[in-house]
């Protein structure tokens, strides 16, 4: 079956955007947010900055595609893991495995760098981070239903600056993995995934029980 022409343009389009975000991507993790710029990107990928800007406006739109398209990309992975009955240590670790790959890493680092001094890339990121959130608030509301909305809330806030910080301390920008901090690691997290008393709901690592 021939496929209509408006088809074909609409998919050498997607394609063709798909080829710019690996560029940029590429860009971003082998040289830094510094190189990331609307003239780098034509130029790598052969083509004059009008046409790039068809896809991308400006450097904040191309930004916050990378961004949403590694948000897309990770809770893809994620789903089939957020909807299931496995252990809350299960789900931290497949997060912790995530923080194994460099070029993650290396893009998160760098798109928190460029954050600090771009305000339209800091809107990318906390658009980012509340999905991300949104995404924990359903694993506990999941997994215990009688949770006040604030506990869940704020937990949710906090299981997210853990993990996210954890990416820092181990991939070797300010320290490395270490098996017995993330034993500890996994044991807080998975306790904020399932407050169970008032003790747990103030968020004390010495009263936090591991499940």
């Known amino acids: 079956m021939t496929q209509p022409r408006g088809a074909a343009r609409t998919t050498k389009g997607t394609q063709r955007r798909s080829d710019l975000l690996d560029i940029a991507e590429r860009i971003l993790t082998e040289s830094g947010h510094g190189e990331l710029t609307m003239r780098a990107v034509a130029s790598a990928a052969e083509i004059r900055l009008g046409h790039l800007q068809y896809y991308f406006p400006n450097r904040g739109d191309l930004v916050t595609a990378v961004l949403n398209r590694s948000l897309e990309q990770s809770l893809q992975r994620l789903t089939p893991l957020l909807t299931s009955n496995q252990p809350a240590a299960d789900l931290i670790r497949t997060l912790l495995a995530e923080q194994d790959d460099p070029r993650l890493v290396r893009i998160y680092t760098e798109v928190w760098a460029l954050a600090a001094r771009d305000e339209p890339t800091a809107d990318a990121v906390r658009g980012f981070y509340r999905t ?29 600056m853990l993990i996210e910080g954890a990416a820092l301390f181990r991939s070797g920008i300010a320290d490395h993995a270490d098996p017995a901090t993330d034993k500890a690691l996994i044991a807080t997290a998975a306790a904020l995934l399932a407050p169970q008393t008032a003790a747990t709901q103030s968020l004390d690592p010495s009263q936090l029980r591991p499940m």
Do not use: K
């Open 132 to 160: 991300y959130q949104e995404q924990v608030m359903h694993v506990i509301r999941t997994r215990n239903p009688e949770v006040p909305e604030d506990v869940c809330r704020t937990n949710a806030r906090l299981f997210t």
